[in-house]
Protein backbone atom coordinates (compact mmCIF):
# COMPACT_ATOMS: atom_id res chain seq x y z
CA UNK A 1 0.00 0.00 0.00
CA UNK A 2 1.30 3.44 -0.62
CA UNK A 3 2.45 5.38 2.28
CA UNK A 4 3.86 8.67 0.52
CA UNK A 5 2.00 10.52 -1.57
CA UNK A 6 3.38 12.97 -4.13
CA UNK A 7 2.16 16.09 -5.14
CA UNK A 8 1.91 17.34 -7.65
CA UNK A 9 1.45 13.99 -10.15
CA UNK A 10 3.46 16.32 -13.27
CA UNK A 11 5.45 19.49 -13.03
CA UNK A 12 6.56 21.51 -16.41
CA UNK A 13 8.09 24.71 -15.86
CA UNK A 14 11.17 26.59 -17.61
CA UNK A 15 14.95 25.83 -17.22
CA UNK A 16 16.20 28.22 -14.41
CA UNK A 17 12.84 28.00 -12.40
CA UNK A 18 12.97 26.38 -9.02
CA UNK A 19 10.53 23.04 -9.01
CA UNK A 20 8.64 21.93 -5.74
CA UNK A 21 7.42 18.70 -5.23
CA UNK A 22 5.34 17.65 -1.89
CA UNK A 23 4.95 14.50 -0.19
CA UNK A 24 2.49 13.60 2.47
CA UNK A 25 2.86 10.30 4.46
CA UNK A 26 -0.07 8.69 6.99
CA UNK A 27 1.67 6.58 9.95
CA UNK A 28 4.93 7.86 12.17
CA UNK A 29 8.13 7.54 10.54
CA UNK A 30 12.04 7.16 11.12
CA UNK A 31 13.35 8.70 8.20
CA UNK A 32 12.09 9.97 4.78
CA UNK A 33 13.68 9.71 1.33
CA UNK A 34 13.80 11.05 -2.20
CA UNK A 35 14.40 9.07 -5.41
CA UNK A 36 15.13 10.51 -9.26
CA UNK A 37 14.14 8.11 -11.22
CA UNK A 38 15.41 9.04 -15.37
CA UNK A 39 13.36 7.29 -18.37
CA UNK A 40 14.03 3.25 -18.75
CA UNK A 41 16.68 3.46 -15.30
CA UNK A 42 16.17 2.39 -11.38
CA UNK A 43 15.65 4.89 -9.05
CA UNK A 44 18.60 6.70 -7.60
CA UNK A 45 19.03 8.20 -4.16
CA UNK A 46 18.97 11.85 -3.65
CA UNK A 47 18.73 13.11 -0.25
CA UNK A 48 17.58 11.32 3.37
CA UNK A 49 16.17 13.29 6.15
CA UNK A 50 15.69 11.71 9.88
CA UNK A 51 12.47 12.50 11.86
CA UNK A 52 14.62 14.47 14.46
CA UNK A 53 15.83 16.59 11.33
CA UNK A 54 13.59 19.83 9.70
CA UNK A 55 15.64 20.57 6.45
CA UNK A 56 18.47 19.22 4.98
CA UNK A 57 20.50 20.87 2.08
CA UNK A 58 22.20 18.92 -0.89
CA UNK A 59 23.69 21.15 -3.44
CA UNK A 60 20.86 22.45 -5.65
CA UNK A 61 18.09 20.03 -3.66
CA UNK A 62 16.61 21.38 -0.30
CA UNK A 63 14.51 19.18 1.48
CA UNK A 64 12.56 20.31 4.63
CA UNK A 65 9.88 17.96 6.75
CA UNK A 66 7.42 18.62 9.00
CA UNK A 67 6.33 15.64 11.13
CA UNK A 68 3.52 16.98 12.86
CA UNK A 69 1.84 17.39 9.32
CA UNK A 70 3.32 14.50 7.77
CA UNK A 71 4.71 16.10 5.10
CA UNK A 72 8.08 16.52 3.26
CA UNK A 73 8.91 19.12 0.07
CA UNK A 74 11.54 18.81 -2.26
CA UNK A 75 12.69 22.03 -3.69
CA UNK A 76 14.92 21.61 -6.64
CA UNK A 77 16.98 25.55 -7.26
CA UNK A 78 17.75 26.81 -10.69
CA UNK A 79 16.20 23.71 -12.71
CA UNK A 80 18.12 22.60 -15.79
CA UNK A 81 16.52 20.38 -18.88
CA UNK A 82 18.64 17.26 -17.07
CA UNK A 83 16.35 17.27 -14.00
CA UNK A 84 13.68 16.13 -15.85
CA UNK A 85 12.62 12.53 -14.69
CA UNK A 86 10.35 11.19 -11.76
CA UNK A 87 10.88 12.05 -8.03
CA UNK A 88 9.69 9.52 -5.38
CA UNK A 89 9.40 9.75 -1.96
CA UNK A 90 9.84 7.05 0.29
CA UNK A 91 9.11 6.49 3.99
CA UNK A 92 11.44 4.04 6.21
CA UNK A 93 10.11 3.07 9.35
CA UNK A 94 13.53 1.81 11.15
CA UNK A 95 16.69 0.56 10.16
CA UNK A 96 16.58 -0.94 6.77
CA UNK A 97 13.02 -2.46 6.76
CA UNK A 98 11.49 -1.38 3.85
CA UNK A 99 10.58 2.08 2.15
CA UNK A 100 7.27 2.53 1.26
CA UNK A 101 7.30 4.44 -2.23
CA UNK A 102 4.53 7.22 -3.43
CA UNK A 103 3.60 6.97 -6.59
CA UNK A 104 5.77 10.16 -8.06
CA UNK A 105 5.73 13.48 -9.29
CA UNK A 106 6.75 13.33 -12.84
CA UNK A 107 8.97 16.51 -13.95
CA UNK A 108 9.45 18.54 -16.92
CA UNK A 109 12.10 21.28 -17.30
CA UNK A 110 11.88 23.05 -20.66
CA UNK A 111 15.19 24.55 -21.95
CA UNK B 1 32.09 0.35 -8.50
CA UNK B 2 29.38 -1.65 -10.33
CA UNK B 3 26.03 -0.92 -8.69
CA UNK B 4 23.41 -3.57 -9.00
CA UNK B 5 23.43 -5.43 -12.19
CA UNK B 6 20.06 -7.01 -13.29
CA UNK B 7 19.66 -9.33 -16.23
CA UNK B 8 17.92 -9.58 -18.80
CA UNK B 9 17.30 -5.91 -19.14
CA UNK B 10 13.82 -7.11 -21.21
CA UNK B 11 12.40 -10.37 -21.83
CA UNK B 12 9.15 -10.33 -23.92
CA UNK B 13 7.65 -14.08 -23.16
CA UNK B 14 4.37 -15.85 -24.34
CA UNK B 15 1.96 -16.83 -21.52
CA UNK B 16 2.38 -19.85 -19.36
CA UNK B 17 6.07 -19.75 -19.72
CA UNK B 18 8.71 -19.77 -16.64
CA UNK B 19 10.45 -15.98 -16.64
CA UNK B 20 13.63 -15.96 -14.54
CA UNK B 21 14.79 -12.59 -13.46
CA UNK B 22 18.53 -12.05 -12.11
CA UNK B 23 20.01 -9.51 -9.33
CA UNK B 24 23.67 -9.19 -8.75
CA UNK B 25 23.50 -6.87 -5.50
CA UNK B 26 26.30 -4.50 -4.79
CA UNK B 27 29.28 -6.35 -3.06
CA UNK B 28 29.02 -5.98 0.72
CA UNK B 29 25.15 -4.97 0.69
CA UNK B 30 23.60 -6.84 3.54
CA UNK B 31 19.96 -6.44 2.48
CA UNK B 32 18.55 -6.97 -1.13
CA UNK B 33 14.69 -6.20 -1.60
CA UNK B 34 12.40 -7.14 -5.09
CA UNK B 35 10.32 -4.13 -6.31
CA UNK B 36 7.40 -4.48 -9.15
CA UNK B 37 6.55 -1.01 -10.55
CA UNK B 38 3.94 -0.40 -12.98
CA UNK B 39 1.47 2.97 -13.98
CA UNK B 40 -1.00 1.97 -12.26
CA UNK B 41 0.19 0.67 -8.78
CA UNK B 42 3.61 2.41 -8.80
CA UNK B 43 6.63 0.70 -6.95
CA UNK B 44 5.51 -2.32 -5.26
CA UNK B 45 7.43 -3.99 -2.68
CA UNK B 46 7.67 -7.96 -3.54
CA UNK B 47 9.57 -9.28 -1.02
CA UNK B 48 12.88 -8.74 1.03
CA UNK B 49 16.13 -10.69 2.25
CA UNK B 50 18.62 -9.68 5.05
CA UNK B 51 21.47 -11.79 4.95
CA UNK B 52 20.40 -14.01 2.67
CA UNK B 53 17.29 -15.29 4.36
CA UNK B 54 13.88 -13.73 3.54
CA UNK B 55 12.26 -11.68 5.77
CA UNK B 56 9.28 -10.90 4.80
CA UNK B 57 7.25 -12.03 1.59
CA UNK B 58 3.88 -10.86 2.19
CA UNK B 59 4.06 -8.80 -1.24
CA UNK B 60 4.28 -11.77 -3.55
CA UNK B 61 1.15 -12.02 -5.25
CA UNK B 62 0.74 -14.99 -5.93
CA UNK B 63 2.20 -18.41 -5.70
CA UNK B 64 3.15 -17.93 -9.23
CA UNK B 65 6.00 -15.81 -7.98
CA UNK B 66 9.06 -17.31 -6.00
CA UNK B 67 12.21 -15.57 -5.03
CA UNK B 68 15.64 -17.06 -3.59
CA UNK B 69 18.93 -15.45 -2.55
CA UNK B 70 21.14 -19.04 -2.04
CA UNK B 71 24.00 -16.47 -1.54
CA UNK B 72 24.98 -12.64 -0.71
CA UNK B 73 25.79 -12.57 -4.52
CA UNK B 74 22.56 -13.44 -6.14
CA UNK B 75 19.53 -13.39 -6.36
CA UNK B 76 16.26 -14.74 -9.04
CA UNK B 77 12.99 -14.24 -9.36
CA UNK B 78 11.01 -16.44 -10.94
CA UNK B 79 7.09 -16.74 -12.54
CA UNK B 80 5.86 -19.79 -13.56
CA UNK B 81 3.78 -19.66 -15.33
CA UNK B 82 3.29 -16.42 -16.44
CA UNK B 83 0.28 -14.02 -17.00
CA UNK B 84 0.25 -10.97 -19.22
CA UNK B 85 -0.77 -9.05 -15.73
CA UNK B 86 2.60 -9.90 -14.67
CA UNK B 87 3.73 -7.08 -17.52
CA UNK B 88 6.06 -4.81 -15.55
CA UNK B 89 8.96 -3.42 -14.81
CA UNK B 90 10.92 -5.24 -11.97
CA UNK B 91 13.75 -3.61 -9.92
CA UNK B 92 16.08 -4.86 -7.34
CA UNK B 93 17.59 -2.84 -4.68
CA UNK B 94 20.51 -3.18 -2.26
CA UNK B 95 21.36 -1.85 0.83
CA UNK B 96 24.39 -1.87 3.58
CA UNK B 97 23.78 -2.80 6.78
CA UNK B 98 23.57 0.37 9.31
CA UNK B 99 20.27 2.10 11.22
CA UNK B 100 19.28 3.92 8.14
CA UNK B 101 20.85 3.43 4.21
CA UNK B 102 19.75 3.94 1.22
CA UNK B 103 18.44 1.90 -1.24
CA UNK B 104 20.98 1.32 -4.16
CA UNK B 105 18.26 0.01 -7.61
CA UNK B 106 19.37 -1.69 -10.40
CA UNK B 107 17.79 -0.65 -13.86
CA UNK B 108 15.62 -3.18 -13.83
CA UNK B 109 14.05 -5.96 -15.82
CA UNK B 110 11.14 -4.96 -18.82
CA UNK B 111 8.95 -7.85 -18.81
CA UNK B 112 6.16 -8.41 -21.03
CA UNK B 113 4.21 -11.13 -21.52
CA UNK B 114 1.66 -12.22 -24.53
Known amino acids: SQQGEEDPQALSIQEGENATMNCSYK?????LQWYRQNSGRGLVHLILIRSNEREKHSGRLRVTLDTSKKSSSLLITASRAADTASYFC???????????FGKGTRLSVIA | DAGVIQSPRHEVTEMGQEVTLRCKPI?????LFWYRQTMMRGLELLIYFNNNVPIDDSGMPEDRFSAKMPNASFSTLKIQPSEPRDSAVYFC????????????FGDGTRLSIL
Open chain 1, 27 to 31: TSINN
Open chain 2, 27 to 31: SGHNS
Open chain 1, 90 to 100: ATGSSGNTPLV
Open chain 2, 93 to 104: ASTATGEVQPQH
